[in-house]
């Protein structure tokens, strides 16, 4: 059975000449995720993309999400989505760019604006016609009723998830147990329900940001997006800052607040609410690596995890 990781170039192009009725050109694999697998080609003069995955619904995101689009937070407009290879498969525009967590440090700081301009798009963006927080589906709706139910679901371990059974691989490693517990209890006692509802990307690396000198140049993969905090996109960078160092995190957060400050906002509880943050993406990505019994990665993350909670 194909699917998203066994997909080479040979299928995608067999695939694409088939459901174009031409042979496309330039057909190259450009990139692979935990969930999907991308080639770029080209056809009657389009630079494109196609990507094969198993789950619709991120592609179904990737989609919506271009309704977000402005030149500050550039999306790629993803053209169709239809079944392919017992699976998926996504065609977008390609855009071009060096993914953001690959960037030099001289780079970064000229990049700084850009980022900042990006993240007050995410907090800026129209949501009036949507409800919810946390993850949202399809229809462009979320399924929590506030804040805190959405971080508080990071302890669920449910069939329906793509890393079903990730609690009882933790208990395999007594270092990453005990920092889940402790996380949760704190998360419990400090998650609030007092935030904005702002659209958040929730991965803003990974390869999901392409860049070109001082600009942006593609936001992709929305899977991971949610309604929520537009803290939690900053205590995002923050957390990751150790496996970035050339990234100077602080000089992107001085920026942000000093952006806020000429438009004369200032986030309410605003230490907390990054708490928070760093305990819900701590505690994620326990459960994720727990599942993937990648320990010595999961050994880091709990570690940095009570760095920033000061424990």
């Not at 995608?12 to 450009?30: C, K």
């Not at 302890?155 to 990453?176: A, I, N």
């Not at 907390?272 to 993937?292: C, K, N, P, Q, V």
Request: proline share 4%.
């Amino acid at each position: 059975m194909a699917n998203d990781h066994t997909i080479d170039v040979q299928q995608a192009r067999s695939f694409l000449t088939g459901h174009l009725g031409i042979e496309p050109a330039q057909v190259v694999q450009i990139g692979e995720g935990a969930w999907s697998r991308c080639f770029g080609f080209s056809c009657d003069g389009q630079a494109l993309v196609i990507r094969f995955g198993q789950y619709v619904d991120d592609f179904q995101k990737d989609q919506l999400a271009h309704a977000y689009a402005t030149p500050d937070l550039p999306i790629p407009q993803v053209l169709e989505i239809g079944p392919a290879l017992d699976g998926y498969y996504a065609i977008s525009r390609r855009v071009y760019g060096l993914p953001l967590e690959e960037v030099s440090a001289e780079q970064w700081m000229a990049l700084v604006p850009a980022v900042v301009a990006a993240l007050e798009a995410l907090r800026m963006a129209d949501l009036t016609a949507t409800v919810g927080f946390g993850g949202w589906s399809a229809d462009g709706n979320a399924g929590h009723s506030g804040w805190a139910s959405r971080l508080l679901s990071v302890d669920q371990d449910t069939p329906d998830q793509r890393g079903h059974g990730w609690r009882e691989r933790l208990t395999r490693s007594p270092h990453g147990a005990a920092a889940f517990a402790w996380g949760f209890d704190l998360l419990k006692k400090i998650v609030d329900d007092a935030v904005p509802r702002c659209l958040l990307h929730c991965d803003l690396m990974n390869r999901n940001v392409l860049v070109d000198g001082a600009q942006i140049t593609g936001v992709l993969d929305w899977g991971c997006s949610v309604y929520g905090d537009h803290l939690y996109d900053l205590a995002w960078f923050e957390f990751w800052a150790p496996w970035h160092p050339q990234l100077n995190v602080a000089s992107l957060r001085s920026a942000l607040e000093q952006r806020w400050l000429e438009k004369g906002y200032a986030p309410e509880n605003k230490d907390t609410r990054l708490l928070a943050s760093y305990l819900h993406i701590g505690l994620e990505h326990l459960a994720y690596h727990a599942h993937l019994e990648n320990w010595e990665t999961l050994a880091a993350i709990a570690d940095r995890m009570r760095a920033l909670a000061g424990r």
